[in-house]
C-alpha cells in the first residue's frame, strides 16, 4: 500500500505541476526537441567507430574491430602535426581574442554618452552577422596577392608578403578575422556583467580619490570575475575546436604545414575520401580531449573559489 501511494503521489505531483507550468514547457519545448534531434539522437553514430563501416552493408552488418580505427589514426605520421596546428591555433585565440573582448566590454562601459556607446556597439556587432565566406572574401581583398595592401606595399617599399599563402601569416590573418568578427558580439555577456557591479562602489571609490584605471582594476575586474572564469572554462572546453569554416576557407596547398587541423583532416578523410569509420574515430578523440579540456579546468575554477559550470 505504501508504495501504491508513493506512485501515486509522484503522479498527482507530476500533473500538477505540469498543469502549473505548462506554458513553460511548452516555451521550452522547441529547444529540447532541437538537442534531442540533432544533439542526442545522432549519437549513435559513434559506434561506427569501432567498425568497418560501408554503406553496402549497413550498420549491422558491417563488421566490428574495436579500437583499430583510432591506433591508424594514432600512429599517423600526421596526427602530432594535426594536434599541434589545433592546439596552436586555439591558443592563439584564447590568448588575443579573450583578454580583448573583456578590455573591450570594459571600454564600452566607460564611455559616458549613452549615443555614443550605442553607435560603437553597433558598428562592432555588424560583423558577427556576416558569414565566414564573407569574411574571407574581404580578407582576401586586403591581403590576397594583388590586394590593397600589398598594392599600397608595392608602391612605397616596392615589396609585397605572401599574407594568404604562407605559413608564417596564417594564424596572425585567422587571430585577427576572429577578432573582428567576434569581439563584439562576445562583450554582450561582459557588459551585461558589468552592468550588474554595484554603482556605489564607484562613487566612494571616487570620493577616495581612485582614478578611472584604478576603478577598473579593483572594482570592474572582481565584479565580473565570475564571469570570466565560466566563460574562460567553456572557452578552454572548445580548445579542439579550430573553426572548421574558417580554416577550410583560408587553407590551401601553400599553407597546410599550419592550417591542416583535426577539423579539416576529420572533414578530408571521413567526407572527402569517404572514410566514414575512420574519420568518426577522429572526431570522437576531438570532442572527447574537449570533455576532458572541461572537466579538468571545472575543477580548478572550483578550486580558485569559483562556481564553476557545473
Not at 562601459?109 to 560583423?127: A, G, N
Amino acid at each position: 500500500m505504501k508504495a501504491n501511494y508513493s506512485v501515486a503521489s509522484e503522479k498527482s505531483f507530476f500533473k500538477r505541476n505540469a498543469k502549473k507550468y505548462m506554458w513553460f514547457y511548452l516555451l521550452a519545448a522547441p529547444g529540447m526537441i532541437y538537442f534531442i534531434v540533432f544533439k542526442y539522437f545522432p549519437l549513435w553514430g559513434i559506434l561506427l567507430a569501432f567498425q568497418d563501416y560501408s554503406p553496402f552493408l549497413g550498420f549491422w552488418k558491417s563488421p566490428w574491430i574495436g579500437f583499430k580505427h583510432f591506433q591508424d589514426f594514432f600512429t599517423n605520421e600526421a596526427f602530432f602535426l594535426l594536434l599541434k596546428n589545433t592546439l596552436m591555433l586555439s591558443l592563439y585565440n584564447l590568448t588575443f581574442y579573450f583578454p580583448f573582448v573583456i578590455f573591450l566590454a570594459m571600454m564600452l562601459s566607460e564611455l559616458s554618452s549613452v549615443l555614443m556607446r550605442k553607435i560603437v556597439q553597433t558598428v562592432i556587432y555588424l560583423p558577427h552577422f556576416l558569414s565566414w565566406v564573407v569574411i574571407v572574401a574581404i580578407t582576401l581583398i586586403f591581403f590576397g596577392p594583388s590586394g590593397v595592401i600589398n598594392h599600397y606595399l608595392a608602391q612605397t617599399i616596392g615589396k609585397e608578403f605572401a599574407f594568404m599563402t604562407s605559413n608564417e601569416w596564417f594564424r596572425p590573418l585567422a587571430v585577427f578575422q576572429g577578432i573582428w568578427k567576434e569581439a563584439g558580439w562576445g562583450t554582450v555577456i561582459f557588459l551585461a556583467a558589468i552592468a550588474g557591479v554595484n554603482p556605489d562602489l564607484y562613487e566612494a571609490a571616487k570620493m577616495d580619490g581612485a582614478g578611472r584605471w584604478r576603478r577598473i582594476w579593483h572594482i570592474t575586474l572582481p565584479g565580473i570575475r565570475s564571469t570570466i572564469i565560466i566563460l574562460l572554462v567553456l572557452r578552454v572546453g572548445s580548445i579542439m575546436d579550430a573553426n572548421f569554416m574558417q580554416v577550410f576557407l583560408m587553407s590551401n596547398g601553400l599553407n597546410q604545414d599550419v592550417s591542416n587541423v583535426l577539423d579539416l583532416y576529420v572533414y578530408t578523410v571521413g567526407l572527402a575520401k569517404s572514410q566514414f569509420s575512420y574519420g568518426i574515430a577522429a572526431g570522437l578523440f576531438n570532442s572527447v580531449i574537449g570533455l576532458m579540456m572541461v572537466v579538468v579546468s571545472n575543477y580548478f575554477a572550483k578550486k580558485a573559489g569559483e562556481d564553476g559550470v557545473f
